[in-house]
């Protein structure tokens, strides 16, 4: 290990581009503050947490989990706006909401002060006459402000505002939401919505079994595929259709669902976070709890963005900041709502991996080699079966076909006996986990028969099986019945969905069974370089080249050797005690491109060089009109790999380490990865593996390999900056970091921060 996970100040390190703009405030919230799971739906305060529960910035470190079960299990439900008159919107909810009250036996009383009853059942004037306190109150008017009030007198614990017109519609409906959200906070009262719809409240199958998953979707509509997995035989058990998200939103309902026991997954469709860093937190509750999550995450094209922001009114968040948070944290991230579906559905059902091995076997050899080139290219593991596996597969395969891995049995051995032996012989192997057999079309009796020894062996075997049924057809008896009936098999209709799900379920189990959360070793004061670079910072001014390294130095950050002088003379003698040859830089605050302008002098060797350098520097600063505080004669150091780190700001997640490579081609490659701070040294050595210009960094061209322990901690070094100095550092930004051969370190040459 490296230091420690934030970073040790103890240790050699190197420098770092940084931004920071800005901590994010503490989150309120409602709810049980439950510190976050141990293990496997349970809660336990994790070991080491001390003091109150935030970090050094003042974000909150756990999740809380709202009690939800009397929102989606009411005793009693009041449907404010009911009506039973025929064309009227609100008529065809109310009856939809009194067919759900009876199936999960709710009592249901409608308020209307126009009518004595509705639908047969007696009709309140208002609320304050409820007979019992009701757990929830539905809101079927225009403006659900004036009602949360009377809700709040009577007690009532969670409402729905299916009304429209809000932060969706621009400046004036946010306004109302703004206020609507305001009213909610002073009650207490828990609401979902507005710009909602009724899918909380849908029809869910009673008599499927199993691990369930369980729905969050920003668009109702953007759910029903999954929902209609229910059709196929698997379950659902709740649907949490978030809208605006006024007050309880996709987090709350992730930590919810993540500490129920019989969730097998969660499937969501995301447009925006209301809060960044309490998405974080539901995710590693649910990472806690080994419990997968699934996500399409609008928002990755500038168009989308756009669509989202107009849908739901919320920020989207830079894409590659969204996917770096998703990743960190264990949630899948898919593109299709057909992804989303088969992912969720194989996670929610699949046991643990026993190998990450997977086996390809199909009738045909082009079959297996095109499915093969599809799996090896997204990562999985194909590895090639012993020879002794061969001989014995070659039992039943003739010996002309290829049996390796893809295995091929030609066609024929399937429609008798040896089908089963075959598909035995592949489970029994201990470097295979998966199974995956693509048919690519129906050919009875072979496919029927084959479909069969599948879902039998399945049903024998603790590893997984899947199948790709590739008739565009879906009406055959070996795929409806033999296939779907099936609770062991995954079946799938294209390759590329079951590529993705199955890589996905090998991941999910990978990551949790080495899973330690993050916000366990969150700082929670600041380090003792904080006060010292908070010295240094200048409220809303950026810092001089000079001032930023000595920020660094605070951090234990290394920098060339350099001196500050304010004359030729003294610039003569810096040289001297630097060391040639030397760099001379002009240094003044507010000066970001100097080599645009001129303003550095490279490879000097001599003291008239360097004095003729800070004449030169000295007379375009002048022209320019810009005010030096001096010139920086500076140690030259050239061998090694330029890199950049920094942290950037991010409106939902607050600040954000960015490592990529530097130098000119920074903004030429953009090859950067993103870290969401908290984070340890093993997610900044994935930081770097995420590079498509890694290779770099293990030497090429006969070059050394570089020192990449120096580069991780300084990665980690900043992210120690970043959080202690949230409120004080608005952007550092430090290019070139030129890491060294290994062993040498890494050195920050160039050093650009800008203070709130």
């Known amino acids: 290990m490296l230091g420690s996970t934030y970073g040790s100040l103890t240790t050699h390190s190197s ?3 940084v931004v920071a703009c800005g901590a994010t405030p503490p989150h309120t919230v409602h709810g049980t503050a439950a510190p976050p799971a141990g293990g496997p739906h349970t809660d336990s305060t994790p070991a080491g947490a001390a003091g109150p529960d935030l970090d050094v910035s003042g974000r909150p470190l756990y999740a809380p989990v709202p009690d939800l079960d009397r929102f989606f299990r009411p005793g009693a439900v009041a449907v404010v706006g009911a009506s039973d008159s025929e064309g009227r919107p609100n008529t065809g909810i109310t009856r939809q909401l009194i067919a759900w009250a009876e199936r999960v036996g709710a009592r249901l009383y409608p308020v209307n002060p126009g009518r004595d009853q509705v639908f047969g059942l007696p009709c309140l004037t208002s609320v304050s006459d ?12 225009a403006d659900p402000v004036p009602v949360i009030g009377e809700l709040a007198d009577a007690k ?5 505002a299916f009304a429209s017109g809000f932060a969706e519609t621009g400046a004036a409906g946010a306004a109302a939401q703004d206020r609507l959200a305001e009213a909610v906070a002073r009650t207490g009262i828990r609401l979902l919505g507005p710009n909602t719809n009724l899918n909380a409240f849908a029809s869910f199958r009673e008599d499927l079994d199993g691990p369930a998953i369980t729905l969050i979707t920003q668009s109702g ?25 006024a007050d309880l939103e996709t987090a709350d309902f992730l930590s919810y669902f993540a500490s129920r026991p019989e969730v097998g997954a969660v499937a969501a469709y995301i447009e925006g976070f209301k809060d960044g860093r309490s998405f974080l937190l539901a995710a590693d509750r649910a990472a806690r709890n080994k419990v997968p999550v699934v996500a399409v995450k609008v928002g990755r094209t500038e168009a989308g963005a756009r669509t989202a922001a107009s849908h739901t009114g919320k920020l989207t968040g830079a894409d590659a900041v969204v996917d770096a948070a998703m990743r960190q944290f264990g949630v899948i991230r898919v593109d299709g709502l057909d992804e989303l579906q088969d992912t969720a559905a194989l996670l929610a059902r699949a046991r643990t991996p026993t190998a990450e091995g997977v086996a390809v076997y199909s009738i045909s050899g082009g ?19 012993s020879r002794a596996k061969q001989d014995e597969l070659h039992q039943w395969i003739p010996d002309y076909l290829n049996v390796a891995n893809p295995v091929d049995s030609g066609g024929h051995p399937v429609g008798d006996w040896r089908g089963r032996k075959i598909i035995d012989a592949l489970l029994a192997d201990p470097s295979i986990g998966v199974l995956i057999c693509p048919i690519t079309g129906p050919f009875p009796p072979m496919s029927d028969k084959l479909a069969q020894d599948l879902v039998d062996a399945a049903e024998q075997t603790d590893k997984l099986v899947c199948v790709v049924w590739g008739s565009p057809v879906g009406t055959e008896d070996a795929y409806r019945r033999t296939l779907l009936g099936s609770r062991r098999v995954a079946t799938f209709r294209t390759f590329a969905n079951c590529v ?4 996905a379920h090998l991941a999910h189990h990978r990551f949790t069974a080495g899973y330690r959360s993050p916000f366990d070793d969150a700082p929670r004061t600041p380090s003792p370089s904080a006060r010292k670079a908070q010295d240094l910072m200048r409220p809303g001014q950026q810092l001089s080249e000079h001032a930023a390294k000595q920020l660094l130095r605070a951090y234990g950050i290394r920098v060339p050797r350099e001196q500050l002088v304010t004359s030729a003379a003294a610039a003569v003698r810096a040289a001297s005690l630097v060391g040639y040859p030397v760099v001379m830089k002009a240094s003044a605050p507010q000066l970001a491109h100097k080599t645009e302008l001129g ?15 800070y004449r030169e520097l000295a007379d375009i600063a002048r022209h320019e009109g810009i005010e030096l505080d001096g010139v920086l004669v500076c140690q030259m150091v050239e061998r090694g790999v330029e890199m950049v780190v920094g942290v950037t700001a991010d409106r939902l997640f607050g600040p954000t380490v960015t490592v990529g490579l530097g130098g000119v081609l920074v903004e030429v490659l953009r090859d950067t990865a993103v870290g969401v701070p908290p984070f340890g040294e093993d997610r900044a050595r994935a930081m770097l593996r995420e590079l498509r210009g890694h ?12 020192d990449v322990d120096a580069l991780v901690e300084v990665v980690l070094r900043v992210q120690r900056m970043a959080l202690d100095l949230s409120g004080e550092l608005c952007e550092l930004d430090i290019n070139p970091l030129l890491v060294l051969p290994r062993g040498q370190g890494a050195v920050a040459l160039d050093a650009l921060a800008v203070c709130h």
């Open 15 to 17: 420098p770092a581009r």
């Open 156 to 160: 009532v614990k969670f409402a729905v």
């Open 500 to 503: 993705t799900a199955v890589r």
């Open 367 to 385: 079959t297996g080699a095109h499915f093969a080139d599809l799996a090896t290219a997204a990562g999985l593991s194909l590895p090639a079966l």
């Open 695 to 706: 290779a770099l960094l293990d030497g090429v061209r006969g070059g050394p390999p570089a």
């Open 221 to 245: 509509h953007q759910g029903r595929p999954v929902f209609s997995l229910q059709e196929l035989g698997i379950r659902l058990s709740h649907w949490a259709p978030t809208g605006n998200e």
């Open 130 to 141: 409820l007979p019992e306190q009701a757990d929830l109150a539905v809101l079927l008017v």
């Open 599 to 613: 303003l550095v002098k490279t490879g000097l060797t001599s003291a008239s060089q360097v004095r003729d350098a």
